[in-house]
């Protein structure tokens, strides 16, 4: 089975074509290829697949396993590939997913190679039945009590759900505590991405993730995009934002739609066997 390994801001994927793996039960091959003691390691594996309507479809399995319906970081890396293999020509292209169409357009380097992608990440939703979240009208800056602990929360759409948490110091504050428990939370029937967001100033956040299904991520894209628009609901930031995160910095844009840009690399490729 041929795969290449790939990351954006840190956040890492194995991308394999679906004809590489045919029927076989994908959500179990995503656990071994993504272990990173006996398997190759990532964040995720990400399927490039064929599209009937668009220029390509991309399919992103979380390391546990788990289908995702989309993936900020996963997108960029999915248009580099498709992009530098000339799978597709185009450089703005439209990408079939299953929160919908996302539309990257890449910017390359003096040899045609992707070096950057700028995405329309789309309208975020807040509504309660979009994100989903069961609560009584858009969940924004609501206090939650956790255990002993009250933390005010947001709930947001920007492909998957989102959860945004404010946080005075994000280096001392208890991630992989809070993480997984509001990750599974009972307001959150299909579970939640959780960001722990600090504010450094009106045109920088730094940003945390604990992602559903994976747990703690050099980086989250979408998550970048919810952490960046939350802010910007709450006043706290321009529209225009550099999000710090431990594998490297996004710049997000905030109008009717979310614009994420960012790195994407490829680390190796190479062949590996399932059943070996």
Known sequence: ??????????????????????WQDIGNIAKRLCDRHFGIGADGLILVCKSNKFDARMRIINADGSEAEMCGNGIRCFAKYVYDRKIVTKKKMEIETLSGVVRPEVVTDDNDKVRMVRVDMGVPHLEP????????????????????????????????????????????????VYGPVIEKYNIFPVGTNVNFVQVMNRKRLMVRTWERGVGMTMACGSGACASAFISNVLGYIEREVIVSLPGGDLFVEVNNNIYMTGPCVEVFHGDISLWS
Do not use: Y
């Not at 041929?2 to 194995?14: L, P, S």
């Open 129 to 176: 039945d979009s994100v989903p979240v069961r609560w009584e009208g858009r969940l924004i800056n609501e206090p939650i009590a956790f255990g002993d602990k009250t933390l005010h929360i947001s709930s947001v759409n920007t492909g998957v759900p989102h959860t945004v948490i404010f946080v005075s110091d994000i280096d001392s504050f208890p991630i992989e």
């Open 1 to 22: 089975m041929e795969f290449v390994k790939m990351h954006g801001t840190g956040n890492d994927f194995i991308l394999i074509n679906e004809v590489e793996v045919g």
